[in-house]
T-cell receptor, first 115, second 111 residues
Framework: NAGVMQNPRHLVRRRGQEARLRCSPM?????VYWYRQLPEEGLKFMVY????????ESGMPKERFSAEFPKEGPSILRIQQVVRGDSAAYFC?????????????FGQGTRLTVV | DAKTTQPPSMDCAEGRAANLPCNHS???????VYWYRQIHSQGPQYIIH???NNETNEMASLIITEDRKSSTLILPHATLRDTAVYYC????????????FGAGTILRVKS
């Protein structure tokens, strides 16, 4: 059973470009969470998604950031018109249904560098 | 903001037990205590969780006080590879895994 897969592992974008980060949850997991870790800082919750639904996006910046988890395929975190302050490690986690009361498992992250 | 408090750093000798404390004095009855660790900017790794009983798995033991206001994570025989930032988190499982990470404890295992 493969773990949470994130790609790319490293992404370099110029200011003003778009960044698309992908997350494939563990098999059987229908809940996905995105977290951001700025350099030398802690992990901050961004968004919580189920298949085709955004459950909680209280940690998402109001502009330029969006997330989706379609019925088929990976979850996507999209950052439009990137700025230098978006440079960070972005981690995805997945878990089964809420009823299972189990922990979340994290991927290895995508390191975004904006130049 | 995180609802737990942890010491910023600790040192431990290789082969000895590492005891990492966590205070969660405002924990609610339905909130679990979770421990994760992050080794050198890798993805956080789940360690153990508990509600009110002590728990043990292949990685660690979790001791929760009777009043549930604090807990201790025990790594019985620390190795150099256990050097990491350890996060203690409390949250109600029924609301999903929206984890609120604090600053954690930097554990340095030294030979």
């Amino acid at each position: 059973n493969a773990g949470v897969m994130q790609n790319p592992r490293h992404l370099v974008r110029r200011r003003g470009q778009e960044a698309r980060l992908r997350c494939s949850p563990m098999k059987g997991h229908s809940h996905v969470y995105w977290y951001r870790q700025l350099p030398e800082e802690g992990l901050k919750f961004m968004v919580y998604l189920q298949k085709e639904n955004i459950i909680d996006e209280s940690g998402m910046p109001k502009e330029r950031f969006s997330a989706e988890f379609p019925k088929e395929g990976p979850s996507i975190l999209r950052i439009q018109q990137v700025v230098r302050g978006d440079s960070a490690a972005y981690f995805c986690a997945s878990s089964p249904s809420l009823e299972s009361r189990t922990e979340a498992f994290f991927g290895q992250g995508t390191r975004l560098t904006v130049v | 903001d995180a609802k737990t408090t942890q010491p910023p750093s600790m040192d431990c000798a290789e082969g000895r037990a590492a005891n990492l404390p966590c205070n969660h004095s405002t924990i609610s009855g339905n909130e679990y205590v979770y421990w994760y660790r992050q080794i050198h900017s890798q993805g956080p790794q789940y360690i153990i969780h508990g509600l009110k009983n002590n728990e043990t798995n292949e990685m660690a033991s979790l001791i929760i006080t009777e009043d549930r206001k604090s807990s201790t994570l025990i790594l019985p025989h620390a190795t150099l590879r256990d050097t990491a930032v350890y996060y203690c988190i409390s949250y109600p499982m029924e609301y999903g895994n929206k984890l609120v990470f604090g600053a954690g404890t930097i554990l340095r295992v030294k030979s």
